[in-house]
């Protein structure tokens, strides 16, 4: 840690002693955040192999699971504990291989009813503990809930008291995956026959219009049945269930789920025909109806990069009611497959024989409408993607998108009436180490960042990085900043501000008259008929820096030389050479002012002020340039 990082400490609230990497040090060019404003970090006291996460949204408070072990950690009053979760019996593995295979590690931590439910591998022998008031019960039988050992295709989902996971319930291997619910309202898996291969994403359930419609969707990767050569191997799905599903009527069926379908996920960008077939996480944005419930999908290709396509709930609710079932030209029964039943009732074993021969349906899930496409793909490998809405003035609503890439940052990607921009890249972790987790808290506006050895409480609005510049504010188009009372602020803290984020041009907006911003324009005079030069710094050599001359743009320094600063010569400065100057980085689409010169004629303005004319710090840099000048020729 640096010394300036330590001088930031000071600034931190909190007590904590454990690193706090805060404020302090932004960078010149503010694109790469490598200290973010305001993080707080927790260290875990030792390093831990495959950590979970849980933090309930609206506090500060973070609990990680893991070996033998539950950290709490409150980030705003440091509260902290440890609750030790030993292997209660021994264990009981098959073929102890690996060391590993002795420890308990926890890979559930949910809220459950009041207090915690807190399940691990025990060595084997998966156990649960409930957690209230850090008091631990005695130890539940944890098969179905916790893993034998720390595996990465499995998937819980809490709906209290309803619970549903992926995770076998034998030791022993070969076991086909299935969906359950394993506990709630009586015990149900998928038939075997109904997925090839799975690997689970995510699980939600969905609440329709009336109770027994409720939903269970599940979004997975399976082998394509389809071994041709051009046919991608993968295919992504979506399944649905209903929640009050009773199982079958049969002895054979009375503990499958009789509501499974699946559909293909289509993310396909159409100008380049690319197909993004490999589901890498997804992210559920609920609304009051829930027909415009979404899902953020992101999708990575053979190639290494990404896409993001959004689906709403009511076009996969619409694509299970309506399509065909493929492969099945039979007449369709009274209750169709995939429909849920009345309150109590089975669905007719008829259904239920031509639902689980054939349950994938032919229509495929297609992005959300008008376009039908990607909102966007890059040469990104994002792992994990989340989705935050924010409110600004006059009650427009933002979607900023985080999403982590493999390198240990997080990419805050904004959608604006003209496509989505990415405006910063934040690297949370000081060493690039991968990112396990990344949790969001909608209404206090943090994320929780969790790698193998810390959390990081990084908020969604750091407006100080614009160095309270009233253009690099606006220019940003951070929805979660604006000018206002001469400083770049948060729209948590003031919801009135400036800001530039729909499709008028940004220009001038900082003079106006209701922005109260100190003139931060250097002034300089200037005699007239002499040569000035204007000298913007060149920070990266990926930037393309733009100078503007009374908000009209004037020169553009593209792919620019490391040492040539990018100039603008006025060989003989007339009237109409005086006014307002500025110069604009771009990079990756993060704008930024680097320097704002506002020339004055030297007589009117000694008249003024009786400031000093053109200063003999000028007259060297102007030497300078014009040396450096003749040595690049
Ligand atoms: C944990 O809490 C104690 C007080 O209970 C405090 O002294 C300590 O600094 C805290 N540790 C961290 C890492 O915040
Ligand atoms: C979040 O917490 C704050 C303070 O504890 C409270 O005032 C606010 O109502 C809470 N918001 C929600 C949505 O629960
Ligand atoms: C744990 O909590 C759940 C729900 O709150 C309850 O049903 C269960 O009986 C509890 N188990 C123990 C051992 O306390
Ligand atoms: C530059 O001059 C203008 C007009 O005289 C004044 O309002 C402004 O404060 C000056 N700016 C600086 C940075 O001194
Ligand atoms: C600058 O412009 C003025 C008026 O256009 C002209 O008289 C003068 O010779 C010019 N000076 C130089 C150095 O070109
Ligand atoms: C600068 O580069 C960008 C992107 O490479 C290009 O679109 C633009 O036309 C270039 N401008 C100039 C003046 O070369
Ligand atoms: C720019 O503005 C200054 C002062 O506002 C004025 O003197 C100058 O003529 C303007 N120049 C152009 C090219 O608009
Ligand atoms: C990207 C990719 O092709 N991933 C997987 C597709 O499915 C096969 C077989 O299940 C896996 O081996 C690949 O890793």
């Not at 007719?348 to 409408?369: G, N, Y």
């Not at 002034?523 to 990926?542: D, G, K, Q």
């Amino acid at each position: 840690m640096g010394s300036r990082s330590l001088v930031a400490l000071l600034v931190a609230l909190c007590a904590c002693q454990l690193g706090v990497r805060a404020a302090g040090r932004s960078k010149v060019n503010p694109r790469i955040i490598t200290a973010p404003q305001g993080a707080r970090e927790y260290a875990f006291p030792r390093s831990e192999k495959y950590p979970v996460f849980y933090h309930k949204e609206n506090t500060s408070a973070i609990y990680v699971g893991g070996e033998g072990r539950l950290y709490y950690h409150d980030f705003a009053t440091c509260e902290n504990y440890t609750v030790d979760f030993p292997v209660e019996s021994g264990g009981q593995c098959l073929k102890p291989g690996s060391p590993e295979d002795n420890k308990n590690f926890i890979t559930l931590v949910a809220k459950h009813g009041d207090g915690m439910l807190v399940c691990g591998t025990g060595a084997c022998a998966p156990t649960c503990w409930n957690l209230t008031q850090r008091q631990k019960s005695s130890p539940q039988d944890g098969r179905g809930l916790a893993p034998f050992t720390p595996d990465a295709n499995s998937l819980v989902v809490v709906d209290y008291p309803d619970i549903y996971s992926t995770i076998k319930k034998s030791q022993q291997n070969g076991k086909i995956p299935r969906f359950r619910r394993v506990r709630g309202g009586g015990e149900l898996y998928t038939s075997d026959t109904v997925m090839q291969n799975p690997q689970f994403v995510k699980a939600t359930t969905l609440k329709h219009d009336e109770s027994h419609q409720d939903k269970i969707y599940y979004f997975f990767r399976e082998d394509n049945p389809d071994k041709s050569l051009e046919a991608p191997r993968n295919i992504s799905r979506v399944a649905q269930l209903c929640k009050e599903d009773k199982g079958g009527t049969s002895s054979l069926s009375a503990s499958k789920w009789t509501t499974f379908l699946k559909a293909s996920l289509v993310c396909v960008d159409p100008a380049t025909k690319g197909n993004f077939n490999w589901l890498q996480d997804v992210f559920f944005v609920p609304a009051s109806n829930w027909r415009d419930s979404k899902v953020y999908g992101l999708f990575t290709n053979t190639w290494g990069s990404s896409a993001v396509c959004v689906y709403s709930f009511g076009d996969i609710d619409d694509v299970f009611r309506t399509s065909k079932l493929k492969g099945y030209n039979g007449p369709n029964p009274e209750i169709k497959p995939g429909q849920c039943v009345s309150s109590g009732q089975h669905t007719p074993s008829e259904t239920f024989k031509i639902a689980d021969s054939h349950p994938e349906v032919e229509d495929r899930v297609e992005p959300l409408a008008p376009t039908r496409s990607p909102l966007f793909h890059n040469k990104h490998r994002y792992q994990k993607i989340g989705v935050h809405k924010v409110s600004v003035r006059e009650g427009h609503q933002y979607t900023v998108l985080y999403l982590a890439t493999d390198k240990g940052s997080i990419h805050k990607v904004v959608e604006l009436p003209e496509g989505v921009q990415n405006i910063m890249e934040i690297q949370v972790f000081p060493r690039k180490e991968p990112i396990q987790s990344m949790i969001l808290d909608h209404e206090r506006a943090m994320l929780y960042v969790g790698s193998a050895s810390r959390v990081v409480e990084v908020p969604m609005a750091m407006c100080g990085l614009y160095r309270n510049n009233c253009e690099s504010c606006l220019l940003a188009r951070d929805p979660y900043c604006g000018w206002a009372g001469g400083r770049c602020q948060s729209v948590y803290q003031n919801r009135e501000v400036h800001q530039n984020l729909d499709l008028n041009p940004w220009q001038g907006k900082c003079q106006k008259g209701e922005v109260t911003e100190a003139d931060t324009y250097q002034n300089i005079t200037v005699v007239p008929f002499s040569r000035y030069y204007l000298n913007c710094p060149v920070e990266s050599h990926y930037a393309t820096y733009n100078w503007y001359h009374n908000n009209t743009l004037i020169k553009t320094c593209n792919n620019t030389h490391p040492q040539m600063d990018c100039f603008y010569f006025i060989q003989n400065v007339s009237h109409a050479h005086y006014g307002h100057y500025l110069c604009v980085s771009e990079e990756d689409g993060f704008k930024q002012a680097l320097v704002k010169e506002r020339l004055v004629n030297q007589l009117r303005f000694m008249s003024q002020k009786g400031r000093a004319t053109t200063t003999l710090g000028s007259w060297l840099q102007l030497l300078l340039v014009v040396l450096l000048v003749e040595l690049f020729h």
